[in-house]
């Protein structure tokens, strides 16, 4: 199984459309066998999807998400564990354990992120504050 996280100094990435690194983790019987830090290369919404395809990921843990990059991951058969904060190794042993919480309906698709400003996000992109 692998396992991919939005990655931000450690902890879980609150962006999707963002993201500059991905964590990914191999896992085999409920532990970690190998985990290693992925660049994007400044890949925008739609081909990080295609990224983590190539990558052969299975299921992605995330902050917030956008509509179109959700049904992109659907299209490409990915699992995608959204709303979810915290160190990202943290997060992928409670997965693995079967205690993750997250926020199936966690999402970004009120505004252009393009615009100026930043979000500061709280539980996944549907409860933040925007300058």
Do not use: W
């Not at 999707?16 to 992925?38: H, L, M």
């Not at 983590?52 to 992605?60: K, P």
């Not at 995330?62 to 058969?77: F, H, K, S, T, V």
Request: hydrophobic share 35%; proline share 2%; charged share 20%.
């Amino acid at each position: 199984m692998r396992i991919a996280v939005t990655y931000e100094n450690g902890m879980i990435g609150q962006h999707f459309g963002r993201t500059e690194q991905f964590k990914i983790y191999d896992a085999e019987n409920g532990e970690i066998t190998a985990s290693e830090v992925i660049g994007t290369n400044g890949a925008g919404h739609g081909a990080l999807a295609g990224f983590l395809s190539v990558a052969e990921v299975d299921t992605l843990i995330c902050g917030g998400i956008g509509p179109g990059a959700r049904y992109a991951l659907e299209d490409m058969g990915i699992r995608l564990l959204p709303g979810v904060m915290g160190n990202a190794d943290d997060v992928v042993r409670s997965y693995l354990e079967g205690t993750l919480s997250y926020d199936p309906d966690a999402a970004c698709h009120h505004h252009d992120h393009e615009a100026g400003h930043d979000c500061h996000h709280g539980q996944g992109c549907g409860d933040h504050k925007c300058n």
